[in-house]
């Protein structure tokens, strides 16, 4: 019997935001066709114009929500589509802790509708994004895939259950195909720097925290505790490249394409990076001052986290390339490219 089953066109839902627009430049480097569903709740219609001055073939975008079964379904019957990468979701780990009814409405919802709209259509060839904070905080570093899983915080969970509710679909019908990808940190923009994080309002993340930091002269940079214990007290994560989590998301496509089964990988670099290093890191790269000022800890954060890659290297043949100067190099690249356009 052959088992291999050659994708073309790919849907990627949340493909507007941060992390799937460098996805769909990827795939369209790697040969892919590719559709984007997203409400744009967390991006900008903009991306669309930049997206099509990268790609071969720019996406084609569908705007609407994932929870909206029958807009997925027309999407994915439309334009042909024969694999997914479910991206779109709510991410924010201190909002999700304010409104988690929000955040479990959205993440559940969507998969569950889009899982549906894949069954409806016969597609049943799935990426699914999940986070290293499903792990948990008393396991011992590096997490591998196999680690103690017990998420802290609503958004987390959302994405464990989610995990849980695909497991249980892979199950019940084996011929699923179901790479889950657990990402660590991802930091920086698309060498072109015409493609980057595009946070609405203040942002959250640490990267574009500090490029504001550094362009708002009265909004100095809050480090979330300096008493962890760790080397220098603050929290220590494993950053990874934007482009190289990209990357690893076409590697795990391809993979599907002649495994069946289910399997989680981590995405990272497989190094722990103390948030204060980055934050010399990025003024040494970029030859300026990061003014930060030292606050309380963050409810839900861990003290340290970076990831176990053996999995993600064995199996996809994938690992992260670009080091620490490179995504401090890409981000702020990026954050100029977004002053020289206002
Ligand atoms: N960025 C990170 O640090 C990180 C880490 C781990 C996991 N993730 C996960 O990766 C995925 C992508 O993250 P990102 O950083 O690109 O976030 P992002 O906010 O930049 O992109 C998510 C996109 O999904 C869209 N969206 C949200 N809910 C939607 C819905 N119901 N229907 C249609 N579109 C919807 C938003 O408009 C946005 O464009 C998310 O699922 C997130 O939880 C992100």
Redesign the pocket.
Known sequence: MNNCRPHKTILV??????????CCVALDQAGYRTVI???????RAD?FNRLARLCDTPPIFVQ?????TGLVQKAIADHGVDAVM??????AVAESLQQPVAYYD??L??LLSVVQAMQQEGVDDLIF?????VYSSSAPHPFSEDSPIAPEQP?ARS?WMMEQILSDLHHASPQWRIGI???????GSHSSHLIG???IGIPN?LMPRICFAVTQKNAPLTLFGNDYPTDDGTCVRDYIHIMDLADGHVAALQHLRTQSGMMAFNLGTGHGVSVLTLVKTFAAVNQCQVPYIVGERRAGDMSAFWADVRRAQEVLKWSAQRDLTQMCRDAWQWQQQLQSED
């Open positions: 839902t949340g493909g507007a935001g941060y992390i799937g627009s460098h569903v997203d409400n744009l709740t967390n991006s991306v609407g929500d994932c929870r909206d479910h991206l779109a979701g709510l991410k959205n993440n919802y969507s994004s999940s986070t290293a904070t958004y994405k990808l657990r990402y660590f940190n991802p930091v994080e595009y946070p993340n």
